[in-house]
């Protein structure tokens, strides 16, 4: 399927007992996430609707649950098993699956540790939590885990924490998770992690949540003597940093979402997510949202399915296993 679109935003689930399944199922009914019955990820299935809806290949990841777990090591083995079983899927399908390996962000060594058995798996990027158990991406305590990032110029995808728990009677996949990215992007701006690492590719999830919509009063307001700004990050910092980021459409394919994104970065800097894999993300919805994109008012004419095949720009190794060229220099 070397024509289809390169879905860089997709989950998948290691499989588990039918007791961990319903235990984790209990967690979210808990959080206000009322799905009526287990939801259960399928692999069969999701190449089956991938060939449906002309989707050639998917980068899965797996949300980390850092939220109930009863340590921190639970955590930290639970993501090198989910990255383990994520790069299987790829050994068996190379040319549809790619793999975007999770990391512990809430401790640095055990970030770089993972990110290093992640090259091993031949990852084709990271999947970073914002945050990860409360730990915030512009802690200097990361420093070390951007350089190792920026040096193999993987793309980073900025995800938020889907399992955080419900605000206000609702599940934070609805709402709060827009905000968590918005909180994570501007203090990687106020802590310099953009300008120490101008060459990190950084993919914000879900069209960069409500980042895109609060650019331009961080930008009018942010740099005034009233806001700490210990680095001095100027105006045209902020226009030149923000500019340089990625967004993708997953669950975000409404004109009201597009244009405030097109605004920050460009049709040139969007490309193609569905969420696909998850249990807020049904098969109707991903096809309601190709069909936003395509019927899309803020887009230019074929501006869409450029977007479905921009991710192979950023993920070269996945676009030669998928038989897909691409053209050189074209994700600067």
């Known amino acids: 399927m070397s024509s289809g679109w390169l879905d860089i935003h997709a989950h998948f689930s290691p499989p ?20 009526p019955e287990p939801y259960v990820w399928d692999k069969d299935r999701t190449l089956w609707h991938m060939d449906r809806i002309g989707v050639a290949m998917q980068m899965l990841s797996q949300v980390p649950r850092v939220h109930g777990a009863s340590s921190a090591e639970q955590v930290r083995s639970g993501i090198t098993a989910s990255n383990r079983y994520g790069a299987s899927l790829v050994a068996e399908h190379p040319d549809r699956f790619g793999l975007l390996a999770a990391l512990p962000t809430d401790d640095v060594e055990a970030a770089v540790a993972e990110l290093r058995r992640a090259d091993d798996l031949g990852a084709d990027g990271y999947l970073l939590l914002a945050p990860f158990a409360g730990v915030h991406l512009g802690v200097p305590e990361l420093e070390p885990l951007w350089g190792e990032l920026e040096r193999r110029g993987n793309p980073v995808l900025i995800h938020p924490d889907a399992h955080a728990p419900a605000s206000q009677g609702r599940p934070s996949p609805l709402v709060e998770v827009a905000f968590d990215t918005a909180r994570s992007v501007i203090d990687m701006l106020y802590a310099g992690v953009f300008r120490r690492h101008p060459d990190l590719l950084v993919v ?48 975000s394919s409404a004109d009201s979402l597009l244009w405030p994104a097109v605004r920050l970065v460009g049709e040139d800097h969007m490309v193609y997510g569905s969420d696909n894999g998850t249990p807020c993300t049904s098969e109707p919805n991903v096809e309601a949202g190709i069909a936003e994109l395509r019927g899309s008012t803020v887009l230019s004419a074929g501006a869409a399915e450029a977007i ?18 691409v053209r050189v220099g074209s994700s600067s």
């Open 204 to 251: 914000l999830g879900h069209c960069g949540g409500a980042f895109p919509a609060l650019s331009g009063r961080l930008t009018r307001l942010g740099t005034e003597v009233w806001v700490p700004n210990p680095n001095g990050l100027t105006q045209e910092e902020l226009r030149e940093q923000t500019a340089r980021l990625y967004v993708d459409t997953a669950a």
């Open 308 to 325: 479905g095949r921009r991710g192979f720009e950023i993920f070269p190794e996945a676009a030669r296993r998928a038989g897909v060229t």
């Open 16 to 35: 588990g007992t039918p007791e961990q399944v319903r235990a984790v199922w209990q967690a979210m009914y808990d959080e206000c996430f009322t799905m």
